[in-house]
Nanobody
Framework: QVQLVESGGGLVQAGGSLSLSCVAS????????MGWFRQAPGKEREFVAA???????LHADAVKGRFTISRDNAKNTVYLGMNSLKPEDTAVYYC???????????????????WGKGTLVTVSS
C-alpha cells in the first residue's frame, strides 16, 4: 500500500501562484511514476501533469508553461508548482501513484494504483 497526502491548496487571486505537495509513504517512492489530476465542480476528473519514475515529465496543454511537476525522491514528495493561476484552475487536485508506468499511460487516470484524497485550490477573479 502507498499512502498519498496532498497539501498546499488554498485561495489565491487570479495571476497568483501556489505550490502543491504530495508526500508518499508505504513503498519505494522512486519506483512510482507520479501524477496530478484535478476535478472541478460538476466536471470530470482531468489530467494535469505526470512525472515518471525515471524523471520524464508530461503536462496537459491547459497548464503547459504555467505549471511544473517535480519530485524529490529523498523526501518521497512530488510537487506541482502553479503560476499565473486562472479561475478555471479552481478544482480539487489529486495526487496519483502508478508503479513504473509511462507518463503517457497515466494521462487517462485509468489503472492508477493509488490516489490521494485531494487538496482544494480556489482561484478568485
Amino acid at each position: 500500500q502507498v499512502q498519498l497526502v496532498e497539501s498546499g491548496g488554498g485561495l489565491v487571486q487570479a495571476g497568483g501562484s501556489l505550490s502543491l505537495s504530495c508526500v508518499a509513504s508505504g513503498r519505494t517512492f522512486s519506483d512510482y511514476s507520479m501524477g496530478w489530476f484535478r476535478q472541478a465542480p460538476g466536471k470530470e476528473r482531468e489530467f494535469v501533469a505526470a512525472i515518471s519514475w525515471r524523471g520524464g515529465t508530461l503536462h496537459a496543454d491547459a497548464v503547459k508553461g504555467r505549471f511544473t511537476i517535480s519530485r524529490d525522491n529523498a523526501k518521497n514528495t512530488v510537487y506541482l508548482g502553479m503560476n499565473s493561476l486562472k479561475p478555471e484552475d479552481t478544482a480539487v487536485y489529486y495526487c496519483a501513484a502508478d508503479w513504473r508506468s509511462l507518463v503517457a499511460s497515466m494521462t487517462q487516470g485509468i489503472g492508477v494504483d493509488y490516489w490521494g484524497k485531494g487538496t482544494l485550490v480556489t482561484v478568485s477573479s
